[in-house]
């Protein structure tokens, strides 16, 4: 079983930064790619970003892409989201989620079966 925590949501103003972090636990976190996605007021969620099994390959929405940087760090079993040059648009809840199988796009909800509670990201104007 996997167990995922979200942390380090808050309000910024646009073009600040934040790092949203996300500790898994569960002995076989390594054997598997991570992904953010996030769900803004009134829209479906999206996907965000993602890093395979070692951080070999990474994949990003367009809109993000430039400013955000997903990375992990499989001894501390732990995802990261570090988000650069914030906009309003980017307000929502970000959660961290993970595939149980291999063979994945990244990209696709249906693709990952666990899911962390989610932590807010709120950018002012």
């Known amino acids: 079983q996997v167990q995922l925590v979200e942390s380090g949501g808050g309000l910024v103003q646009a073009g600040g930064s934040l790092i949203l972090s996300c500790a898994a636990s569960?002995?076989?976190?390594?054997?598997?790619?991570m992904g953010w996605f996030r769900q803004a007021p009134g829209k479906e969620r999206e996907f965000v970003a993602a890093i395979s099994r070692y951080g070999i390959s990474t994949y990003y929405v367009d809109s993000v892409k430039g400013r955000f940087t997903i990375s992990r760090d499989n001894e501390k079993n732990t995802v990261y989201l570090q988000m650069n040059t914030l906009k309003p648009e980017d307000t929502a809840v970000y959660y961290c989620a993970s595939p149980s199988r291999s063979g994945v796009s990244y990209r696709r909800e249906e693709e990952y079966t666990y899911w962390g509670q989610g932590t807010q990201v709120t950018v002012s104007s």
């Open positions: 569960g002995r076989t976190f390594s054997n598997y790619g």
